[in-house]
């Protein structure tokens, strides 16, 4: 079960938002993750708990294909990205990394910033705690289930 | 089917496929950079890979951050050259060999009709103008190609642009982009394929066609992609590689857009997003600090060539630093015989070696606090080029030209 505050940001938040490509010759994932987000919200990182959710509207992630991106949200201590949209590329990756993604236009429209939320992937549901709230994920299609259950695309090749 | 998805059906070995379907193809070639293909080498052997799948389908090429611009960068290239020597890769780019990728790849007849490409770069979708199927990813999606010859996808449907009249002067392929993602929206295409169609994308130069299909992913799309022609196989007759099996699309799309070239003007994408173009006449009087003409969106030799017109005799305006970016090696050359280098420098440009790096605020350019540039390059967003206080405006390159000389953004007429 994820469990935490939502920080919320708003539509077509680009790759070079989540990780600017000055950071890129960087790989380590905890280095990119101290500047996550940075040319949009300087204090990004220092009000990140470890299990906070990150709410955001449509076309989230759209832009490059940098997996620098998924990999400092996921290091930050997001534990979960809910959003009405997911750009393609940032979609895969963050599934072929592990870090849980959700859709859900609901959700990303009635959650506020600072509420507590919660998110049952396995249910598909998200519960707003601070407004009492529930919201229905859209759920993923079979195969993309497989990938997530193995805990991402190195895994499951793995197993295979 | 339509060419999308009788490529994806190919590659999957399938007879059919349909739109919304997951498929498991074979990948021609898998593209890595310096960026991108060191997190993929890293996930190559955490799958437990010890061997490519095709020494000769794996192509590397160093050029966003080169030549080096730190010791970080220099060591990633170095990890990433000795990967490719134990690897025997056949296609490893750099030092004086390596230019944009986007633009170098087609140019090296490394991808051709009716392949598919995966790339860790987003501009992957550019190949699409040979009537390719090829798309970005990302370094995992890349680390499982390179170990299997393989890459998953949803089969996409897809939205056919019909572009018909007549184009204005000064109007290039960048123009019709940029105007057709701000119809649509930078996310109007998302997880589609867009099909760029009519008489005058018949009538596009090959250069131009890259460019449309370049910016693709500029509204989400999973691809674009040109059906083949005349033109096409006389560009790719002297530098295929390879034997090749074109294929031809004839299936039902599920949206046709036409637009009327003829109310298109030229066009300015306007900060924060590339929908937000407008035509140049409302954007007259914006100042400029800096101008870039090239990247894998504009800086193949003819990009060059129209900036030379425009620019001979003439000079740069004091207070704007014009740089010039051919996109590879060869550009370069041609650029030098054909005394366009000779037109930028006595203007009064800086021209930079092939690299990613303006484009995207990684080196050779970089904006400070403040400044405005307009560049012939792909994305606006917050931060791009630079300082997050730093401004880019995008266009075409007879507008971008132009502009340099004036000191702010201007119609081409004022100064030719």
């Known amino acids: 079960m994820i469990k935490g505050k939502a920080h919320k940001y708003g539509d077509d938040i680009n790759t070079d938002l989540i990780i600017p490509a000055r950071y890129l010759n960087l790989t380590d994932p905890r280095a990119l993750a101290k500047h996550c987000m940075e ?10 708990s470890m299990g906070d959710i990150l709410v955001a509207g449509r076309n989230f992630g759209c832009g490059s294909s940098r997996e620098h991106a998924p990999l400092a949200i996921k290091e930050s201590g997001i534990a979960c990205v809910i959003a009405s949209s997911f750009a393609r590329i940032f979609f895969r990756n963050a599934i072929n990394i592990g870090l849980p993604i959700v859709e859900s236009a609901k959700a990303s429209a ?29 759920p993923f299609p079979p195969f993309l289930q497989e990938l997530i259950q193995a805990g991402g695309l190195v895994e499951w090749a793995r197993n295979k | 089917m339509t060419l999308t998805e009788k490529i994806l059906a190919r590659h999957a070995g399938k007879k059919k496929v349909s739109s919304g379907e997951f498929v498991e193809c074979n990948v021609d070639i898998a593209l890595g950079n310096d960026i991108t293909a060191p997190l993929a080498v890293e996930k190559f052997r955490k799958i437990g890979s010890e061997q490519v799948f095709d020494r000769e389908k794996v192509v590397f090429v160093c050029d966003h951050f080169t030549p080096s611009k730190d010791i970080r960068s220099a060591s990633n290239c170095l990890f990433l050259r000795e990967f490719a020597r134990t690897q025997n890769l056949r296609y490893f780019y750099d030092g004086g060999k390596a ?37 970005g990813v990302g370094s995992t999606d890349l ?29 290039t392929g960048k ?83 036409e637009y009327d070239c003829s109310q298109v003007d030229l066009q300015v994408s306007v900060p924060p997003l590339p929908s937000h173009a407008r035509a140049v006449e409302e954007l007259k009087d914006v100042t400029l600090d800096q101008v870039v003409i090239g990247s894998c969106t504009n800086g193949r030799l003819d990009d060059l060539r129209l900036a030379a017109k425009i620019l001979s005799g003439k000079k740069v305006h004091p207070s704007v630093r014009l ?61 791009r080029m630079g300082h997050p206080e730093s401004e880019v405006y995008l266009s075409g390159v007879p507008v971008a030209a132009a502009s340099a000389i004036a000191g702010r953004i201007i119609h081409p007429d004022e100064v030719t």
């Not at chain 1, 040319?39 to 990140?48: G, H, S, V, W």
């Not at chain 2, 992957?124 to 090829?134: E, K, N, R, S, V």
């Not at chain 2, 680390?143 to 204005?168: D, E, I, N």
């Open chain 1, 39 to 48: 040319d949009l919200d300087t204090n990004f990182i220092n009000k990140i």
């Open chain 1, 110 to 138: 009635r959650i506020r910033e600072g509420d507590a939320v919660e998110v049952d992937l396995k249910k598909g549901l998200i519960k707003n705690i601070t407004r009492k709230e529930n919201y229905h994920i859209v």
């Open chain 2, 99 to 135: 230019g944009i990728e986007h633009v170098l790849l087609p140019e090296e007849g490394l991808i051709l009709p009716a392949e598919l490409a995966i790339g860790a770069d987003s501009h992957t979708c550019t190949y699409g103008a040979l009537g390719a199927f090829a798309t």
């Open chain 2, 143 to 171: 680390a499982y190609t390179m170990a299997t010859g393989k890459c998953w996808f949803r089969v996409p449907s897809t939205v056919r642009f019909l572009y018909q009249g007549k184009l204005k002067k000064w109007v």
């Open chain 2, 175 to 257: 123009d019709l982009i940029l105007y057709t993602i701000s119809r649509i929206g930078v996310d109007g295409a998302s997880y589609k394929t867009m099909e760029f169609s009519g008489p005058i994308i018949e009538s596009l130069s090959m250069a131009e066609r890259f460019t449309m299909c370049n910016m693709a992913i500029e509204a989400g799309a999973k691809n674009g992609i040109i059906e083949p022609d005349q033109l096409t196989y006389q560009w790719i007759e002297a530098r295929a590689k390879h034997p090749y099996e074109p294929l031809t699309g004839d299936g039902d799309v599920e949206e046709v857009i």
């Open chain 2, 323 to 383: 740089l010039i970016l051919p996109a590879t090696p060869h550009i370069v050359y041609e650029a030098v015989k054909e005394g366009l280098i000779e037109i930028f420098l006595s203007a009064g440009a800086v021209v930079t070696p092939p690299s990613c790096g303006p484009c995207l605020g990684g080196h050779l350019g970089v904006l400070a606090k403040g400044e405005r540039a307009l560049a012939t390059t792909n994305r606006n967003f917050v931060g």
